[in-house]
Nanobody, 122 residues
């Protein structure tokens, strides 16, 4: 059974940092991509970042480039999202998801975690 479990969300002031973690199990981690998505109230789910575990290539949404860093620990089957210089507009529920390769189209991803809330106060 595929399982993805996010952790690390919370409340932080603007300019602060948070580190999200996604623990994966139930599939061959090295063969898949892990994406981070977020969804704010009243908005569509959007891609934030993605890493292809099979070659290490990474992708970022323009809105987070230079502030967020995605990394993968293939030995521990975890993917982290380090979020720095957080802004109030980063407030959302953050989800990790697995797919055969990185895309920014959420419906491509068949397996999802339960999400973790990130709130950035101004």
């Amino acid at each position: 059974e595929v399982q993805l479990v996010e952790s690390g969300g919370g409340l932080v002031q603007a300019g602060g940092s948070l580190r999200l973690s996604c623990a994966a199990s139930g599939f061959t981690f090295d063969d898949y991509a892990i994406g981070w998505f977020r969804q704010a109230p009243g908005k569509e789910r959007e891609g934030v970042s993605c890493i292809n575990n099979f070659d290490g290539s990474v992708y970022y949404a323009d809105s987070v480039k230079g502030r967020f860093t995605i990394s993968s620990d293939n030995a521990k089957n975890t993917v982290a999202l380090q979020m720095n210089s957080l802004k109030p507009e980063d407030t959302a529920v953050y989800y990790c998801a697995a797919h055969e390769l990185c895309t920014d189209y959420a419906p491509d991803f068949g397996s999802w975690g339960q999400g973790t809330q990130v709130t950035v106060s101004s």
